[in-house]
C-alpha cells in the first residue's frame, strides 16, 4: 500500500497505557477504518491518528464487502495484516495513540466570563435562556470579573498564552466592564509573563465606537450571531419595540469598519427548521465581510420547535454538503471562501486532528457566572452536573478529572464504535445532556464528505494548507462534526 497523503506530522509515538485504565480493546475493521473515493481514486481513512493513504480498488472493495457482511470479528485481524493495513500492535507498529486512559486534568488556558446574563433581543432558539439560563438576569459585579483574571493567571501555565472571554447574553451591555477587564488582564498578564487574548460572542446591535476601538488595539476575536438576510434574520431575533435586529447588526458593522476591525471577525449562523437555504444565508454572509462564517444545528433549545430533529439531519447535511462542494470549488481555483465549517475541517484533517472528548471543555476551558461559580463551559452555566468548582476556592480537580474520566469517546456507547470518533469526540456535553446524540448520521455523513474534499483540496491547491486561519473563540465545540 502506498501512502497518499501523511497528514502533517504524525503524532509522537509513545508507550503503551496501563491496561487498568483502558477500554476495552480494538472494535474491528469498522470501527476503525473508513474506505472512502475521491477523483483520485479510493483511500482508507484510519481513525487512529486519523491518517489517510492511498487504496488499491481491490483491496477497497474487499475491505467494503468484509465490513457490510457479518463475520467473525475476529478475523479482523488477519484480514488487515493480508491487506497491509496499517492498524494495531504487532510488530513494528506503534500503540495506539489514543485509548480508554482519561486526559490528565491540564492547566487552564481559557476562561468565559458571563458579564451580563441578559440581552436586549428575544430568540427562541437560544441555548442561554436570553442568557439568564433559567433563572433571573443578573450582571458580573467587577470584584467578580477581575478575581476570575487573577484565577486564570494563576492556574495557567507558566509563559502560557491564555484567552479571555466575554459571554452572555449580550456581553456588550456591560460594556463599561468589558473595557475595564481588557485593560485589567493586559496589566496582569504582562506582570505574570502570560499573552493575554480575548473573544467576544455579540449579537452587534449595540457595539459603540469605543467598542470598535478595544477590538482593534487589542488581540480580540468577535463571533457575531447571524441568521440570514434580513427577513430571515428578523424571523428569529425579536427586537423590543418592533425595530430590525438585522438593521441594527448591519450599523454595527460599519460601526466596525470606520473605527476598527478585530482581528477575527466571524458570523455564527444557529440553524433552525425555520432557517432558509444555508447556500445563501452563507454567500450573503461573505457578502457582509466575516472573515468566517459557519453553521451550527440548534440541537437543544428552550422551545423544542427551534430544535434541528432526527427527520431533519438529513435535509440539514445536503445543505451543508452543497455549501462545502461550493468551497471546495472556490478554494481549488485560488479563490477565498471562508466556510468556517469547511476549513475548520481540512485544516483539522491535515494536521492529523483527532481526539478523545469534543472539545476543551471542563479541561483547558472553564466558564465563570456572574455570581462566580465555575462551569465546564458557557452552555453549562448554573447547571449543577457540570460545576467545577469557583473562582474563589479555584477549579475542583476532582470533578474536572471525573469529568474528563466519565466522557471519554472510548467509554461512550455508542460512540467507541464509530469510526468518525475522534474527529467528533462524542458530542457537544450541552446537546448529549439534553437531547442524546440524534446528529450521528449527519456528523458521519458530514465527515465522509470532508475527507474526500481534503484529498481533492490538497491535489488541487496545496498551498491552501500553508497559511491556516484559526479561530481563538475559546470553548468552541466539535467545530469539526459540524
Known sequence: MSVLLQIGRRPPEREPRPASGAAPGPLGLDAETRVFRSAHGAHLFVADGSRIYDLPE?????????????????????????????????????????????????????????????????????????????????????????????????????????????????????????????????????????????????????????????????????????????????????????GSAYERLRAGLEVLERHGRPRHLSARVSVTPYTGRLLDILEHGIGLGFDEVGFAAVVSAPDPAYEIGTDTFTGFLQQMVECGEAALRELAAGRPYPFGNFQTAMYELHTGGHRPYPCGAGAGYLSASAEGGLYACHRLVDDPAFAMGSLAQGPDQGARAAHLAARHVDRAEPCRSCWARYLCGGGCYHEVTRRGRPGCDYIRGWLAFCLRAYVELSQAAPEFFRNPTASDLPGDPAALAR
Open 58 to 242: 481491490e483491496a477497497a472493495d474487499r475491505l467494503e464487502r468484509w465490513t457490510a457482511a457479518a463475520h467473525d470479528p475476529a478475523q479482523d485481524a488477519d484480514l488487515a495484516a493480508g491487506l497491509g493495513l496499517p492498524l494495531w500492535g504487532g510488530a513494528g507498529m506503534p500503540a495506539p495513540r489514543i485509548d480508554g486512559t482519561p486526559a490528565a486534568v491540564p492547566p487552564l488556558s481559557s476562561l468565559s466570563l458571563n458579564v451580563m446574563q441578559a440581552c436586549n433581543l428575544s430568540c427562541g432558539h437560544c441555548y442561554a435562556d436570553e442568557g439568564r439560563f433559567g433563572g433571573s438576569a443578573r450582571a458580573m459585579p467587577r470584584e467578580t470579573a477581575f478575581a476570575a483574571v487573577d484565577r486564570l493567571l494563576a492556574e495557567a501555565a507558566p509563559d502560557a498564552a491564555v484567552v479571555v472571554g466575554f459571554m452572555g447574553g449580550e456581553p456588550l451591555l456591560a460594556r463599561d466592564l468589558v473595557h475595564e477587564v481588557v485593560a485589567y488582564a493586559t496589566r496582569a498578564g504582562a506582570a505574570t509573563g502570560h499573552a493575554v487574548r480575548f473573544a467576544l460572542t455579540t449579537n452587534l446591535t449595540t457595539v459603540r465606537p469605543a467598542d470598535a476601538e478595544l477590538f482593534a488595539a487589542h488581540p480580540f476575536t468577535v463571533a457575531v450571531s447571524l441568521d440570514g438576510d434580513r427577513a430571515g434574520h428578523d424571523a428569529l431575533r425579536r427586537a423590543p419595540g418592533g
